[in-house]
């Protein structure tokens, strides 16, 4: 093996080694933001339940912006975990 081959096998093995570090820390930043944003789901629909029907219903309506953020950050898996069937969406029934 000459010396060219070797530095090229090198370069080629640290690349590959970052790039499975980077692909290792996205998908742990993922996970991370599913999970925040699930709790702060959680959070919210326990503080709406603490409301009566009319105020319960308007802060449904409007709810604030980091609410908002984690709604958009789990779309699918949102509704998979019965977001679909919270206050909102039973006012469009």
């Known amino acids: 093996m000459n010396m060219l081959t070797a530095v090229l096998l090198v ?6 080694g970052i790039g499975l570090l980077a692909v290792l820390f996205r998908w742990q930043v993922r996970r991370f933001d599913r999970t925040a944003a699930t ?10 339940e603490l409301l ?4 319960r219903r308007s802060a449904a309506l409007a ?6 953020a984690a709604m958009a950050a789990l779309p699918g898996s949102g509704l998979r975990n019965g977001w ?6 039973s006012l469009h029934r």
């Open 84 to 89: 679909d069937k919270g206050p909102v969406t």
């Open 52 to 55: 009566d029907g009319e105020e």
């Open 11 to 16: 370069i080629a093995v640290l690349g590959g």
């Open 39 to 48: 709790d702060l789901l959680d959070d919210w629909q326990a503080q709406l």
């Open 63 to 68: 709810p604030p912006a980091n609410v908002l």
